[in-house]
């Protein structure tokens, strides 16, 4: 069975960071590019970062270019989202997706596995 499973949320002040995780199970992790992605109460779900299968490839939204950092750990099935200087305009729940791909989309829609998802709450 597949799964999933993000931590590492929480609540941070404004300029603070945390790094969240998303361990897998129940599939081959290193056939999967994943991606992260969040959604704020009353919007869309929207891109933040993504990773290729084999870590070497990367690319970032422009509202966290400079600030987040995706990484993956092929031999812990988990990838991570560093998270600094972090604005209140990044509060959100917090979603890992992985598809089996080399590269992920930028669009939530093509992504075959989800976290349920953790929340980031930045205060100023």
């Known amino acids: 069975q597949v799964h999933l499973v993000e931590s590492g949320g929480g609540l941070v002040q404004s300029g603070g960071s945390l790094r969240l995780s998303c361990v897998a199970s129940?599939?081959?992790?290193?056939?999967?590019?994943m991606g992260w992605f969040r959604q704020a109460p009353g919007k869309e779900r929207e891109f933040v970062g993504k990773i290729s299968q084999d870590g070497g490839v990367t690319r970032y939204s422009d509202s966290v270019k400079g600030r987040f950092i995706v990484s993956r750990d092929n031999h812990k099935n988990t990838w991570y989202l560093q998270m600094n200087n972090l604005k209140p305009e990044d509060t959100a729940v917090y979603y890992c997706g992985a598809v089996r791909t080399f590269f992920a989309s930028s669009s939530p829609t093509p992504y075959d596995y989800w976290g349920q998802g953790t929340q980031v709450t930045v205060s100023s």
């Open positions: 129940g599939f081959g992790f290193s056939d999967y590019a």
